[in-house]
């Protein structure tokens, strides 16, 4: 997008994904794109738009008996040389193109051009996403201006490839403490190797047996990983201590502090310590608002594996479901790409079910 040009909404989606994606966004740095977005959501009629930090809220006020959310992140993870954009026949690639730019292009364009909703609207985009969640954008607007996100039905626009994705895992990880005793690595047998003996605790996760859950008639499985490792002071001593990371994608149906006791009974041998935990999100497809958005894009619903931040929205009552043009498998990745044709059918899915 040429420099001094604003966001034309009302343009085709799959363009609007191209022009989102050429304007760099990477968490914490999405102001400049949060800029441009404000300036174009403040020139659709109808629309009262709100700033907080680097997020916007924009709703309509038509006097609707129900009210739908679509919500998208504005941030994406760093660039790897993937920037500016570029097409190759049916795929456009650039960072950000499945997570997720495309959907809100999608979401962007459909609060240009939806001149009369059967519901009232509210359009969130938000910023830091894709890093620590103290710092995420949905949750600062949870906390404090949790009115502007009232609905009957919140839609995250996170990439599913066009089909309709329920609830979410939750996710919990632990810093597991392997103990040992320091010596001379040159008379290793007076000690007792600590990274050694975390050979146990692998193995002990290596043979983990992980549970799959139907809930809704979405399959949830869990998984019990380790995902770092760290041990040693120097390179002539026999370490004392070894830790292991261990991460725990658990299905909705557990707390988090169920999640955690299985963990601590998993690894009863060793000293874990909680470092950080969030609760996963219920399928909710038992919701009127819910089994209506299902019935109206069609497919049979599946679960979401992962954790994105339709958990927010299940956590204050709120029906919630991700559906989005972007392949899930391709966020974060050198190679990230979207298929247009999918930016083309959420596009018309959603506008047939928001004005049906």
């Known amino acids: 997008m040429p420099a001094g040009e604003g966001l034309d909404l009302a343009q085709d989606p799959v363009a609007l994904t191209a022009a989102l994606v ?49 919500a998208g992140h504005l941030d994406t993870v760093p660039i790897a040389d993937n920037l500016p954009s570029r097409r190759d026949g049916d795929l456009l690639y650039g960072c950000g193109t499945s997570d997720m730019k495309s959907g809100d292009a999608v979401l962007l364009h459909l609060a240009a051009t939806l001149a009369e909703p059967a519901y009232d609207l509210t359009f969130v985009l938000y910023d830091n996403e894709e890093v620590e969640a103290d710092k995420n954008g949905l949750k600062r607007l949870v906390d404090t201006r949790r009115a502007l996100l009232e609905a009957d039905l919140a839609v995250l626009m996170e990439p599913t490839d066009g089909q309709v994705e329920a609830g979410c895992q939750g996710t919990l990880r632990v810093r597991a403490t392997v103990p040992g005793r320091r010596a001379h690595s040159a008379r290793g047998w007076l000690g007792d190797n600590a990274i050694h003996a975390a050979a146990s605790l692998l193995t002990r996760l290596v ?41 725990f994608r658990f299905a909705p149906d557990r707390s988090e502090q169920q999640a ?97």
């Open 22 to 70: 050429d304007v760099p966004s990477v968490s914490g740095t999405e102001e400049p794109l949060a800029d441009l977005v404000e300036q174009a959501l403040r020139q659709v009629a109808g629309l009262s738009v709100v700033r907080d930090g680097d997020s916007l809220v924009a709703r309509t006020e038509l006097g609707r008996a129900r009210r739908v959310l679509l």
């Open 207 to 247: 043979a983990y047996d992980a549970r799959s859950v139907e809930i809704d008639g979405c399959t949830y499985r869990e998984g019990l990983n380790a995902v770092r490792i760290d041990g040693g002071v120097a390179g002539n001593v026999v370490p004392d201590a070894c830790t292991v990371l261990v991460n």
């Open 260 to 356: 955690y006791d299985h963990v601590r009974e998993v690894l009863g041998e060793w000293e874990v310590e909680l470092t950080d935990s969030a609760p996963g999100a219920l399928p909710g497809l038992s919701a009127p608002a819910a089994q209506h958005f299902v019935q109206a894009i069609g497919g049979t619903p599946v679960a979401k594996y992962g954790w994105p931040d339709v958990a927010r929205f299940a956590a204050l009552g709120i029906p919630a479901v991700n559906f989005g043009p972007g392949d899930p498998n391709l966020a974060h990745t050198r190679e990230e790409h979207v298929d247009v044709r999918k930016i083309v059918s959420a596009e018309r899915a959603l506008r047939s079910y928001l004005t049906a």
